[in-house]
């Protein structure tokens, strides 16, 4: 498929598997069809950095997307962990997509990576919660990255990324920015902008923005350690996908 006339919500269904694509009912054909070619050069590009089949884009099927439908007043996007949907905003979703993406991921791995995970549990805080892992190396491989994250060098203490969540948290008095799932979500879209795809609706802003001069994204050594702790994690996870696929085919 090329990024031309042909590629539509229906063809990224098929090609991806998404469970389904919902497009709302203020979308006019130009802005669903123009949509379209920007969701699939974004998701063409997230499984290139990722290393990985569609089946990963898709969640093995169980993700659905939105675009245009039920936007919340100041979210240009959002994952709904209930539904596992991933709704992107008509006007002002693009640059979002990596982090509410890796939403999705973390939350299905909460019960793949996770023995007894809460009610709609994310991966990452079950591991900081310190959540009984289930035994496969690409676990450890995906604790590693939790680890890298969430804490310094030593294991011990608070990463800077996170310290810094938590500065943003105390001057607007929310409890949002030092979450496990939102740091790590922020974490993953640094490791996708640094991967190259120069995409502008898959993500934006991990380098230069107020929430990156901020300190909410990684920076420096720490960013280097992560960006290496999830190349290792899904090199390895797509390995074992195309050998499933190859099985399977």
Request: hydrophobic share 40%; glycine share 8%; proline share 4%.
């Amino acid at each position: 498929m090329t990024t031309s006339s042909m590629t539509n919500f229906a063809a990224i269904r098929r090609q991806f598997d998404f469970r389904s694509i919902e497009i709302g009912r203020w979308v006019t054909p130009e802005e669903r069809d123009f949509a379209a070619v920007k969701f699939y050069q974004a998701l063409c590009d997230l499984m290139a950095s990722l290393r990985s089949p569609e089946s990963l884009i898709s969640l093995r099927s169980t993700l659905s997307l939105q675009y245009g439908i039920g936007g919340r007043p100041g979210v240009a996007a959002h994952y709904i962990p209930a539904t596992r949907q991933l709704a992107l905003a008509k006007n002002a979703g693009a640059g979002s997509l990596a982090h509410e993406w890796f939403h999705a991921f973390d939350h299905y791995m909460g019960s793949k990576a996770f023995h007894n995970p809460v009610r709609y549990g994310f991966a990452s805080s079950a591991w900081l919660d310190s959540k009984q892992q289930k035994g496969h190396p690409l676990n450890v491989l995906l604790g590693q990255c939790f680890k890298t994250i969430l804490l310094d060098e030593s294991g011990t203490e608070p990463s800077d990324q996170f310290q810094c969540s938590q500065q943003a948290d105390r001057d607007m008095k929310v409890l949002y920015y030092a979450r496990p799932e939102e740091l790590c979500a922020r974490a993953f879209e640094a490791f996708v902008e640094d991967s190259g795809p120069g995409n502008g609706f898959l993500v934006r802003g991990t380098v230069y923005s107020d929430e990156a001069r901020a300190g909410l994204y990684p920076k420096g050594q720490h960013r280097k350690a992560i960006n290496e702790a999830f190349n290792h994690y899904f090199q390895a996870l797509g390995s074992a996908l195309y050998r499933e696929q190859a099985k399977a085919g």
